[in-house]
């Protein structure tokens, strides 16, 4: 039975993630969030699935290495054989439309932190599970707002410290996926596109605006192609930075 551990679980592309994995029979699923009693979608899938041990719920505040730790920890206890895919979701996007004269740097420092510093902390606690584990995969999902290469075509106030964030995420995992796939982890980033979830909508007309000829995509087709890229993805594909579905982005 493979397993599935994904961040971020309480709403938008993680919830969907459980939803859609869950729908195979073989997957065993944990689903982690802040607080996960009171996550609305998580109870209702607890409902869907009660008497079984194919859905867990735990408990992660990855802004917090203890939270961290003892999840890793409650995991391995649930997962003798180990964590076949680590899906790293959780995050945080503030500051939207603020300029470079307008941002504060103090919130721009825990957004950082907690995107990319905090990512290292989950990636090194859960490492030991991954690699004891069948498929050793670890799936971390980012933003086409990191890559260097795009940010010369990107609007000039339009989600500049997110950017910087997932630009240090990607270089992180780039870097960390390369160093472990000698040890059979197979890393890769994934760009989920613009999804219409609560923080893919907060700025929807200054996104239209900016962005006139995209359109959201629902949370069902994001996360039905993340999960087949998830299936697809090798060890040959380790440090790939790929779109939601399976096509290369430039870094």
């Known amino acids: 039975m493979p397993s599935y551990l ?16 869950l729908k ?31 859905l867990s719920l735990l ?20 997962l003798p054989n180990g964590l076949d895919v680590l899906i790293s979701n ?9 300029t470079w004269d307008q941002i ?3 919130e721009f420092l825990e957004e950082l932190s907690l995107n990319a510093i905090s990512i290292l902390q989950l990636l090194r606690a ?6 004891k ?12 707002g990191g890559s260097l290469e795009a940010a ?13 964030g997932k630009a240090a995420l990607n270089m992180l995992v780039r870097r960390w996926g390369k160093a472990y796939k000698k040890e059979g982890v197979t890393t890769v980033l994934i760009h989920p596109g613009w999804v219409g979830t609560a923080m893919g909508l907060a700025e929807v007309e200054l996104t239209r605006e900016m962005f006139p000829d995209v359109s959201p995509i629902s949370v069902e087709e994001c996360t039905t192609n993340i999960v087949k890229v998830i299936g697809d993805v090798k060890l040959s594909d380790t440090v790939s930075f790929l779109s939601y579905d399976g096509h290369r982005l430039p870094w």
């Open 104 to 106: 504060d740097t103090d």
């Open 152 to 164: 010369g075509e990107m609007p000039d106030h339009f989600a500049l410290t997110y950017s910087v």
């Open 24 to 54: 195979n029979p073989e997957n065993q699923v944990l689903a982690t969030a802040r607080n996960p009693d009171t996550a609305k979608g998580l109870q209702e899938l607890r409902e869907q699935y009660p008497h079984t041990n194919r």
């Open 6 to 21: 994904i961040t971020g679980s309480s709403r938008g592309i993680g919830l969907g993630l459980v939803t859609e994995l």
């Open 133 to 144: 584990s069948v498929q050793k995969k670890v799936i971390i999902i980012t933003s086409i």
């Open 90 to 98: 959780a995050g945080i996007f503030r500051n939207v439309s603020d």
């Open 126 to 131: 859960f490492k030991p599970l991954v690699t």
């Open 59 to 78: 408990t992660i505040d990855i802004s917090k290495l203890e939270s961290i730790t003892k999840a890793a920890q409650e995991a391995e206890s649930l």
